[in-house]
């Protein structure tokens, strides 16, 4: 990725802490977000401009009961990862990705969009700080949380004066360690068409909690959603958007208003087409699904997303009734994850300028 320049007029204090925390960590024995590196970063939106850069020790923060984050969900948020390589390089993917992304969630509920230089250079001095927390092997990496709150202390039901943009780290681990169970949403919906689905909105996630937690009593590790209307299209996983390899093609839903624009979901098409596999981007019916399970012509399906990496999907079921599928020699999941982490870890060529060095 081309190095983007920065304005250096924001005068981002850095406060290094005065004892890391990195040696009380077991890097062996820790779930995925439960951990978080020595620094943070803070900016505040007041009185129409971003001010106060800062990276400094993570900690609290401070805000009242009534700031409108609480009462109003104006919360957006964006997942990066940075990877080591074998002499100890750290890399970011894609982070123009998620830059564009959190400013056009940003639109969607009404916060100010964040500038561009402050977004990298927080970014990369905060990561380059923190870099010993970047662990090498197979699925360690640092994972990265950007996120906006509105903190107006008022609680009229109106946009948020000022804002908290932040950015805190975890080391990370596999997000699923296992190939997952996955039930067809036919009640419940995560997005309706003209809402927020494609925003990284706090509240997408929210509302999936309580479906997750009936389709997880029922044995499922996830719910693949269906459109609001009619529950009769496939759209995405919540944590994941989803690939279905039916022969050997790859379908996977068009990023509408209610689907999240994934940046690992982007890559694996590309990927896929670089390794000359034919892709489809195309709504497909549950009841289409069904009928390549039956007729055996459904190989495969997977999640991808920037925690997911690529999450392999062993069964589905819709409407009380299980599809299982079987295990493929010629994976596509397998084959195009390896190409996705080589090319994050800087083990392959990026033919695409996707890696961007700290
Ligand atoms: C990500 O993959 O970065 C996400 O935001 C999903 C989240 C549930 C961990």
Redo the contacts with the bound molecule.
Sequence with gaps: MNFIPFNMDHNLKILKTEKSKIQDVDFNNFS??SVFTDHMFECDFIDGKWINPIIKPYQTISVEPSASVFHYGQAI?????AYKDKNDEVWLFRPDQNFERINRSAVRMAIPEFPKDLFFEALTKLVDLDRDWVKKGEGRSL?I?PFVIGNEYAIQAVPSKSYKFMIICAPATL?YTKKLKVKVADKFSRAASGGVGYA?AAGN?AGQFYPTNLAKKEGFDQIIWTDSNEHNYLEEA???NVFFRINDTLITAPTTDTILD?V?RKSIIQIAKDNGISVEIKKLKIEELKTAAKNGSLKEIFGA????VVSEIKAFQHKGELYELETQNDSYAQRLKGNLVGIQTNELDDPHNWRFKI
Excluded at 305 to 308: I, P, V
């Design positions: 995925f977000g948020f964006e997942g990066m990862k994972y949380r997000y990284k996630y919540g944590t994941m994934g690992t997303g920037t925690a997911a």
